[in-house]
C-alpha cells in the first residue's frame, strides 16, 4: 500500500492479498500474480461513506498500484466532462454514459507491460453510429473532430502523440464525406464506418467485431441496420436510450473479452482490467453500474474489475446488494449473488474511520521533526473521529502553523495551504469545501445549532431568506441523510465533526459574532417553559429536555449561571440518569472563543473553564442567598469540568479530568437513592474524557433517552 493511506490495508495487503489483488489477480505495483477469489463471476465493488472517508484517495491509490501492470481507468462522474457536452455537440447525440465510455476505452486502451495496446472495435462502431445521429449540421470540422477521437479507439500498435494516426484520418474523412452528402446522413456515416472497417481490417477477430451488431434487437443480422437501430434509441431519450446504453457498455466489455483471448494474449496479459468509477452517484455512475449488474445477471459474463465510490450508504436501487464492512472483507469477501436479484451482483463496502494509531502516525508524518504536543494526535481523533480528511488537513495546519496555534481552535481558524501552488485559507473552511453540500453551505451553517425540524424553522425564519421553507429543512435533512451522514435524535446535523465545523463557521461569519448570538437567543427563545405552564411539570412547563436545549444555548453564549441553578435545584429530584444527561448535555455547548468573568468576549487566549473546574473562582463567586453554597459551588465546578473535557477543540487535562471524578463522586453521597449511578459516573467520566470517548450515563435507558430526543 502506498504510503498516503493509513487502516485501509483489507483492500491493498499483498501478502495474504487483501480484497483488490484478489480480484484483479495482481499484487499491488508488482507484476506478481495472486490467486482470483472469483473465478466466474466479480462483484461489482462500491466503496461507501460519507464525505471525506478517503474514497477519493483509495481509488487513487489503486490507479498508481496497477497502472502500467494491467489495463486501468478511473473516471470522476462528478467531473464537468460528463455533465453537458461539449464542442457544439448536440444533446441528442451524446450523454453521461456515453462520454464516460469513451474516456474509460481510451485509458485502457494504453499498453501495459509485456502487452501492447487493445482495440476497441465494437464500441467504436457505436459511439460513430451515436455521434452520427447528432451531424445533422453537417460542421464538416466538428465532424472530423468527433470521428478521429472515436475511431482511434481503434487504432492499434504504437503511434505518435498528435496529430490522429492515418488510418483514423483516411476513415474520418469517408465518413465526413458521406454525412455531408445528398442521402440520408446517419445511414450514409454508419455505412461509410462499416466499409471502412471492413476494408482495413484482415484479421478474422476484427471482422468478427465489425459485424457484432448483427445481434441487436430487431437487427435481423444486418449490422448496418443493427446501428441504425442503436442510433435512433439513443436520439429517442428515455428508456430507449438507457436501453442504447446498455449495448454500448456491453460492447465495451466485448472488446476487453477478445483482447483477453486466445493462448498469447492470456500469457502476455497479467491480472484483469479494472474499471475505477469516483462519485458513481452521479451521472454516469448509475447508469454504468446498472447496465453491468444487469448483463451479469442476464448470464453475459465478463472478467473486467469495476470498483467505484457512492456517496452515503447506497441507493435505493442497490437496495438488495450484498453489504460488508470493511474488515470482514479483509480474506474473503463471502460475495454470494442472489439469482433472483440483479443488484446483489454488487458488493457495498464501507469504509471506516481511521483509529488513534492512524491519526498517531498521519500528523507524525506531516510535522517531521516539529515539536508536536503529545496530547494533539489524541485530540485530533477525538475531534475529526477518525475523519481521514479532516486528519489530514489539520495535521498540515499542525505542520504550518507550530508553535503558534496552541490549540485545535487555533488551528482551526489558522489558514493551511494543502498545495504549495494553492492560496492560504482557513482550516476549517478548507473542510468545510469538501464535507457539505456547497449549494447548501449556508443554510447548513444556521441549522447546524438546531436540534430538529421545530428548532431548524426557528432559525430559518430568523436568519435564512424567506424563500427557504420547511418544505427545504425537510429536503436538506433527506439529502444529509442519503450522503451518509449519521441521524442523531436532538442534532439537525448528526456528524459532530461536520457539525462543530458548522457552528465555527457560524461564530466567524460577522466580527461581532451577531449570527452566532441571533442564533442562540433564537433558540434560547424557541425552548424557553410555556407562560401558562401547560403540558410541563411540577416545575411549571419547564421539562427536563426543553430546560436542557435552553440552557445548552445560553451557555453558548457565556452565560453558565442559570445552568448552575437549574442542575442545582434539580439535583434531588430528577432521576439521577436523567439529572447525569441533561449534565452532559448542557456541558456539550459549543466554546469557540475566550469569556471573561461576565461571560462576555475578550480577545485573551486563556480558558477560564479549567479554572473554575479546579475552583479557582470559587472565593470571588459567593452563592446566592438562600441555597445550598456548597452544593452550587460543587455543580459549578462539575458544569465547568465537563464542558471543557468534552470541548472537542481543547487538548485534554489531566488535573480537569481528576477534578470531574472527585466532584462526581461528592455528590453521590448527597443521593442516596442515585449513589451507585453518580459514583459509577465518577469513575467512567473521567475514564471516558481521558479517552476521548463520549460520556456515558451508567445502565443509560436508550428507551428513555430517545423518547427525551436526546442521545
Not at 496479459?269 to 448483463?295: C, E, F, I, M, Y
Not at 449549494?439 to 431568506?465: C, N
Not at 469513575?683 to 433517552?705: I, T, Y
Request: proline share 7%; net charge negative.
Amino acid at each position: 500500500m502506498g504510503r498516503r493511506l493509513h487502516g485501509r490495508g483489507a483492500l491493498f495487503d499483498a501478502d495474504p492479498a487483501g480484497l483488490a489483488p484478489r480480484l484483479v489477480g495482481l499484487r499491488p505495483h508488482q507484476h506478481r500474480t495472486t490467486p482470483y477469489e472469483h473465478r466466474r463471476e466479480l462483484p461489482f465493488v462500491l466503496l461507501t461513506g460519507a464525505r471525506g472517508l478517503g474514497k477519493t484517495a483509495v481509488l487513487d491509490e489503486l490507479r498508481a498500484a496497477y497502472k502500467g501492470h494491467t489495463p486501468v481507468a478511473l473516471i470522476d462522474c462528478a467531473a464537468g466532462e460528463f455533465t453537458t457536452p461539449s464542442g457544439g455537440r448536440p444533446a441528442e447525440a451524446w450523454s453521461p454514459v456515453s462520454q464516460a465510455l469513451l474516456v474509460i476505452a481510451e485509458q485502457l486502451a494504453e499498453p501495459v507491460t509485456g502487452a501492447g495496446r487493445i482495440v476497441f472495435p465494437r464500441l467504436m462502431s457505436g459511439l460513430v453510429a451515436v455521434a452520427a445521429g447528432g451531424w445533422s449540421d453537417a460542421d464538416s470540422e466538428r465532424i472530423r473532430r468527433e470521428v478521429e477521437r472515436i475511431l482511434l479507439l481503434n487504432e492499434g500498435g504504437s503511434w505518435i502523440a498528435g496529430f490522429a494516426g492515418r488510418w483514423a484520418g483516411r476513415v474520418a474523412a469517408n465518413v465526413v464525406a458521406a454525412a455531408t452528402g445528398t442521402g440520408p446522413l446517419v445511414s450514409a456515416s454508419i455505412e461509410a464506418t462499416l466499409e471502412s472497417i471492413s476494408d482495413s481490417f484482415v484479421h478474422r477477430r476484427h471482422a468478427k467485431a465489425a459485424t457484432w451488431y448483427r445481434d441487436y434487437p430487431n437487427a435481423s443480422g444486418n449490422a448496418r441496420r443493427g446501428l441504425m437501430l442503436l442510433s435512433g434509441h439513443f436520439r429517442a431519450g428515455g428508456t430507449s436510450r438507457e436501453h442504447a446504453e446498455r449495448h454500448l457498455v456491453r460492447a465495451l466489455l466485448a472488446d476487453l473479452t477478445e483482447a483477453y483471448a486466445g493462448m498469447l494474449p492470456r500469457m502476455q496479459r497479467l491480472g484483469r482490467p479494472l474499471v475505477l468509477l469516483d462519485n458513481a452517484q452521479s451521472a454516469p455512475g448509475p447508469g454504468l453500474t446498472d447496465a453491468v449488474l444487469r448483463d451479469r445477471a442476464d448470464g453475459i459474463a465478463d472478467q473486467v474489475v469495476f470498483i467505484g465510490a457512492l456517496r452515503g450508504d447506497g441507493r435505493p436501487a442497490l437496495r438488495n446488494a450484498v453489504r460488508r464492512a470493511l474488515p470482514e472483507v479483509t480474506r474473503r469477501s463471502g460475495w454470494t449473488p442472489d439469482p433472483a436479484a440483479p443488484t446483489s451482483r454488487a458488493l457495498l463496502v464501507a469504509l471506516p474511520p481511521l483509529s488513534p494509531d492512524d491519526t498517531l502516525h498521519i500528523v507524525g508524518a506531516a510535522c517531521a521533526d516539529l515539536p508536536v504536543p503529545p496530547q494533539l494526535p489524541h485530540a485530533t481523533h477525538r475531534l475529526t473521529g477518525g475523519n481521514p480528511l479532516g486528519i489530514t488537513l489539520l495535521a498540515e495546519s499542525a505542520a504550518q502553523n507550530l508553535p503558534e496555534a496552541a490549540s485545535l481552535g487555533e488551528l482551526l481558524t489558522a489558514d493551511v495551504r494543502p498545495h504549495e501552488e494553492s492560496d492560504g485559507a482557513p482550516t476549517y473552511l478548507e473542510l468545510l469545501a469538501r464535507l457539505v453540500p456547497a449549494d447548501r453551505r449556508e443554510e447548513l451553517t444556521v441549522l447546524a445549532a438546531a436540534h430538529d425540524h421545530d428548532s431548524a424553522v426557528a432559525l430559518a425564519e430568523a436568519l435564512l431568506p424567506d424563500d427557504f421553507g420547511p418544505a427545504d429543512i425537510r429536503a436538506l435533512q433527506t439529502r444529509l441523510a442519503r450522503e451518509g451522514l449519521p441521524e442523531v435524535p436532538g442534532q439537525f446535523v448528526g456528524d459532530a465533526f461536520v457539525r462543530t465545523l458548522l457552528l465555527l463557521a457560524l461564530h466567524h461569519r460577522d466580527a461581532d459574532h451577531g449570527q452566532w448570538r441571533t442564533a442562540h437567543e433564537t433558540l434560547i427563545a424557541h425552548y424557553a417553559p410555556p407562560e401558562d405552564g401547560v403540558d410541563g411539570g411540577d416545575d411549571g412547563g419547564d421539562d427536563p429536555v426543553r430546560a436542557r436545549y435552553r440552557l445548552h444555548h445560553e451557555l453558548a453564549l457565556g452565560d453558565a449561571e442559570s445552568a448552575v441553578a437549574y442542575l442545582r435545584d434539580t439535583f434531588p429530584s430528577l432521576p439521577a440518569a436523567t439529572w447525569l444527561r441533561s449534565l452532559r448535555f448542557i456541558a456539550s455547548a459549543p466554546y469557540f472563543h475566550a469569556h471573561d468573568a461576565e461571560g462576555h468576549d475578550f480577545t485573551g487566549r486563556h480558558d477560564r473553564r479549567a479554572d473554575v473546574a479546579l475552583g479557582r473562582t470559587d472565593a470571588g463567586h459567593p452563592p446566592p442567598a438562600g441555597v445550598d453554597g456548597v452544593l452550587h459551588l460543587r455543580v459549578r465546578r462539575l458544569l465547568h469540568a465537563v464542558w471543557r473535557l468534552t470541548d472537542p477543540l481543547a487538548l485534554p487535562d489531566p488535573k480537569v479530568a481528576d477534578r470531574l471524578r472527585f466532584e462526581l463522586e461528592q455528590l453521590s453521597n448527597l443521593r442516596p437513592a442515585g449513589n451507585a449511578l453518580l459514583w459509577r459516573a465518577s469513575r467512567d467520566w473521567a475514564q471516558d474524557a481521558a479517552a476521548g470517548r463520549a460520556l456515558r450515563v451508567p445502565d443509560d435507558d436508550e428507551d428513555e433517552a430517545d423518547d427525551e430526543g436526546v442521545a
